[in-house]
Each structure stands twice: as structure tokens, then as C-alpha cells.
């Protein structure tokens, strides 16, 4: 409980996580698998304003194409929507639900505000149906990790293909790479200690993603509310801390910015587990 009050006011570090967790740490920043080298600069100490201008100037939302090798060569621009994702009729968003899967949403009763905005985004399988005085019922995009997709990390294009000739009709994009490790970049520029090595969580692509679209994004149960638990999702027994403090993913640190990004009030952090978020859109530099 130290921890979540820490946490809520951005003054934690990974030294007061369970030493299980950094074990993990330790051994994902030595293995180092997809060969990360962090060659920007790092300044902990920008402002909210600081810190929402280098997101607004560096973010780019960007989907694959099929205009790059080795894509190109494959026949992809005919098989990926025509219209990128960043230019679907979603512009005029005004504000914006991400909803995370973590189990302290459960008994929060939130699924009404969620239902209330304009989009809700949400993650891998998570239903609604059993669950919709917690998480709400509208759905109007989701993430799905390549983990998630049809098995493992590495085959992810086969599958995606054959979803694209099953359902020509559902905008169904792949992130460009460059999107997920600019965030990745930021990330780091971001903070003191060095971040694990792999990409960020969904949970943050989510929020970024949603802001690069949205008017005003509303995030619930990122930052931990006074439900916190050690249970990862609110459909399924599985109880890890990882999931909400992060083991492989840089996710204790993708908190922390995100909180110092938070325009929300104190209140609705603590009881509901909400940060509120402007859009980039909204920003100005
Ligand atoms: O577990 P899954 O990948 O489906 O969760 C989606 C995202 O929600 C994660 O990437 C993470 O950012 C966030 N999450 C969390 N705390 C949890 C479970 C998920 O912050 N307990």
C-alpha cells in the first residue's frame, strides 16, 4: 500500500519492487534480445507542458503500408486496408475510453462512464459480456499482441494475412515498428534508470495511440486504484504482480510518465484508477 500512495505521487523506483520482479528486470535488461542501444539523451526533469510538446512533436501513429521492403515485394498494399488507420473517419473523436484488463477494475462499476465517451479501446480478449457494470459494453477498437494473435511473436504476418482475406471488411492494421520504438525512446529520454530493453506494454501503445486520435482519452486502471491486486485480469484467476508493475515490459516506468502526464484529479485516480489525458490534437507548443 506504500507502494500504490509512492506510485500515485510518481516517486517510486524499481529498487522498492519485490526483489522477484528485480531479478527480472536485471535479466532482461543483460539479455537484451532485440538489441536495443539508447543512443538519445536523457532530461528527467521536463514539465507537463515539456513532456506533452515532445510527445505531440515526436509521436507519429503509423501502420504498415505495404510500401516497404519487404512488404512491398510480397504483393502487401493490395492486402492491407486502403485507408491507414490514422485516416479512418475516427478524426473527429472527441473523447476517448482505454480500458485496462487488470483486475482491480473488477467491482468498480464503471462500465457506465466508460460507455459514455465516443471510443473505447480495449485489449487482446477481454469481454464485456458478464462484465459490463465494471468495464461497460462498448468496444470500437482493440490491440491485439502478436503474442495473442495466433501464437507466438514470430510468426505474426502469416496469420495476419489470412485474417485480411477472411475479413477484407474489418480494418485490421500491424503497427509499424518505428511507432512502437519511438515510444520506446521516449520512454527512456524519460527517465533516470534504464528501462528494460523491449517494447512498451500494449497498455501504453493503447494510450498514445488513442491520443493521436482522440480530443481528451480517459485511462482507466493503468495507474492502479485502491483496488490494486495481484490479480492480472479481471476475467481470469491468474494472479501475477508483473502484469501491473511489469517484468519484460518497461511498464513501471511507462506508469510513472503517464502520471506525470495526468490531468485528472486526485480523487478519481485513487477510486477509480482514471488518468485524463489531453489529446495531442489539444496541445499546443
Ligand atoms: O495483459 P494484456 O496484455 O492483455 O493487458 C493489456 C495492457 O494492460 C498491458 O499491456 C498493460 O499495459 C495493462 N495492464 C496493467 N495491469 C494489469 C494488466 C494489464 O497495467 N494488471
Same mark, same amino acid.
Not at 479501446?121 to 477481454?126: E, G
Not at 530493453?197 to 493503447?206: E, L, M, T
Not at 490494486?228 to 506508469?255: I, N, S, V, W
Given at each position: 500500500?506504500?507502494?500504490?500512495?509512492?506510485?500515485?505521487? =510518481?516517486?517510486?523506483?524499481?529498487?522498492?519492487?519485490?526483489?522477484?520482479?528485480?531479478?527480472?528486470?536485471?535479466?532482461?535488461?543483460?539479455?537484451?534480445?532485440?538489441? /536495443?542501444?539508447? !543512443?538519445?539523451?536523457? *532530461?528527467?526533469?521536463?514539465?507537463?507542458?515539456?513532456?506533452?510538446?515532445?510527445?505531440?512533436?515526436?509521436?507519429?501513429?503509423?501502420?504498415?503500408? =505495404?510500401?516497404?521492403?519487404?512488404?512491398?515485394?510480397?504483393?502487401?498494399? !493490395?492486402?492491407?486496408?486502403?485507408?491507414?488507420?490514422?485516416?479512418?473517419?475516427?478524426?473527429?473523436?472527441?473523447?476517448?475510453?482505454?480500458?485496462?484488463?487488470?483486475?482491480?477494475?473488477?467491482?468498480?462499476?464503471? =462500465?457506465?462512464?466508460?460507455?459514455?465517451?465516443?471510443?473505447?479501446?480495449?485489449?487482446?480478449?477481454?469481454?464485456?459480456?458478464?462484465?459490463?457494470?465494471?468495464? =461497460?459494453?462498448?468496444?470500437?477498437?482493440?490491440?491485439?499482441?502478436?503474442?495473442?494473435?495466433?501464437?507466438?511473436?514470430?510468426?505474426?504476418?502469416?496469420?495476419?494475412?489470412?485474417?485480411?482475406?477472411?475479413?477484407?471488411?474489418?480494418?485490421?492494421?500491424?503497427?509499424?515498428?518505428?511507432?512502437?520504438?519511438?515510444?520506446?525512446?521516449?520512454?527512456?529520454?524519460?527517465?533516470?534508470?534504464?528501462?528494460?530493453?523491449?517494447?512498451?506494454?500494449?497498455?501504453?501503445?493503447?494510450?498514445?495511440?488513442?491520443?493521436?486520435?482522440?480530443?481528451? /482519452?480517459?485511462?482507466?486502471?493503468?495507474?492502479?486504484?485502491?483496488?490494486?491486486?495481484?490479480?492480472?485480469?479481471?476475467?481470469?484467476?491468474?494472479?501475477?504482480?508483473?502484469?501491473?508493475?511489469? *517484468?519484460?515490459?518497461?511498464?513501471?516506468?511507462?506508469?510513472?510518465?503517464?502520471?506525470?502526464?495526468?490531468?485528472?484529479?486526485?480523487?478519481?485516480?485513487?477510486?477509480?484508477?482514471?488518468?485524463?489525458?489531453?489529446?495531442?490534437?489539444? /496541445?499546443?507548443?
Amino acid at each position: 500500500r506504500a507502494f500504490l500512495h509512492r506510485l500515485w505521487k =510518481g516517486n517510486v523506483s524499481s529498487r522498492m519492487l519485490a526483489p522477484r520482479l528485480q531479478k527480472a528486470m536485471r535479466d532482461y535488461l543483460r539479455a537484451n534480445k532485440h538489441g /536495443v542501444r539508447f !543512443r538519445g539523451r536523457r *532530461a528527467v526533469a521536463r514539465s507537463r507542458a515539456e513532456l506533452l510538446c515532445q510527445l505531440r512533436a515526436r509521436v507519429q501513429l503509423r501502420t504498415l503500408d =505495404g510500401t516497404e521492403l519487404p512488404f512491398s515485394a510480397l504483393g502487401w498494399r !493490395r492486402l492491407v486496408p486502403r485507408a491507414p488507420l490514422s485516416q479512418l473517419p475516427l478524426q473527429s473523436l472527441r473523447s476517448c475510453a482505454v480500458v485496462m484488463s487488470a483486475g482491480a477494475i473488477l467491482n468498480s462499476s464503471l =462500465g457506465e462512464e466508460i460507455d459514455s465517451h465516443d471510443a473505447v479501446l480495449r485489449f487482446n480478449s477481454a469481454p464485456t459480456r458478464g462484465y459490463e457494470r465494471d468495464v =461497460g459494453s462498448k468496444t470500437t477498437l482493440r490491440i491485439i499482441n502478436s503474442q495473442w494473435y495466433k501464437k507466438p511473436d514470430y510468426n505474426l504476418f502469416t496469420p495476419y494475412v489470412q485474417h485480411r482475406q477472411r475479413y477484407p471488411n474489418q480494418p485490421f492494421y500491424i503497427l509499424h515498428p518505428k511507432f512502437i520504438w519511438q515510444l520506446w525512446d521516449i520512454i527512456q529520454e524519460n527517465t533516470k534508470e534504464k528501462i528494460q530493453p523491449n517494447p512498451p506494454s500494449s497498455g501504453f501503445i493503447g494510450i498514445l495511440l488513442m491520443m493521436s486520435l482522440c480530443g481528451e /482519452v480517459h485511462v482507466y486502471e493503468y495507474l492502479p486504484s485502491v483496488r490494486q491486486t495481484e490479480r492480472c485480469h479481471y476475467h481470469e484467476l491468474y494472479y501475477d504482480a508483473a502484469c501491473t508493475l511489469g *517484468a519484460y515490459h518497461p511498464l513501471l516506468y511507462e506508469k510513472l510518465l503517464v502520471q506525470r502526464l495526468n490531468t485528472g484529479t486526485p480523487g478519481d485516480l485513487h477510486h477509480k484508477g482514471k488518468v485524463v489525458l489531453p489529446g495531442l490534437r489539444m /496541445v499546443h507548443c
